[in-house]
């Protein structure tokens, strides 16, 4: 099995900065995907950005120039630097890996996920 742990949520004022990180452990081979997605209460769950392990990056429109994610492959860590956090960022933050546990099974994993709240 494979376990996503999250941290780093929290309540912030808008504006400032927040940093998640997730942390994958267990049976892996190697991480193909990595990202973060959101959930706000009401709205469907949403890519936030995705990152491979060649170390290409995805955004999200919203989130484009405030947004960086990153990743050690050798932690099987990924991180989502936030800045200039906006009210509407408020939602539950999920981690999300595409895992490799052997040489021919993949599965995709996620997170408990991590409360972002932005006060205005």
């Known amino acids: 099995q494979v376990q996503l742990v999250e941290s780093g949520g929290g309540l912030v004022q808008a504006g400032g900065p927040l940093r998640l990180s997730c942390a994958a452990s267990?049976?892996?081979?190697?991480?193909?995907?990595m990202g973060w997605y959101r959930q706000a209460p009401g709205k469907q769950r949403e890519l936030v950005a995705a990152?491979?392990?060649?170390?290409?990056?995805n955004y999200a429109d919203f989130v484009k120039g405030r947004f960086t994610i990153s990743r050690d492959n050798a932690k099987n860590s990924v991180y989502l630097q936030m800045n200039s956090l906006k009210p509407e960022d408020t939602a539950v933050y999920y981690c999300?890996?595409?895992?490799?546990?052997?040489?021919?099974?993949?599965?995709?994993?996620w997170g408990q996920g991590t409360q972002v709240t932005v006060s205005s």
């Open positions: 999300n890996a595409d895992v490799r546990t052997s040489w021919t099974s993949s599965k995709e994993y």
């Open positions: 267990g049976s892996i081979w190697s991480i193909n995907a």
């Open positions: 990152t491979t392990s060649g170390g290409s990056t």
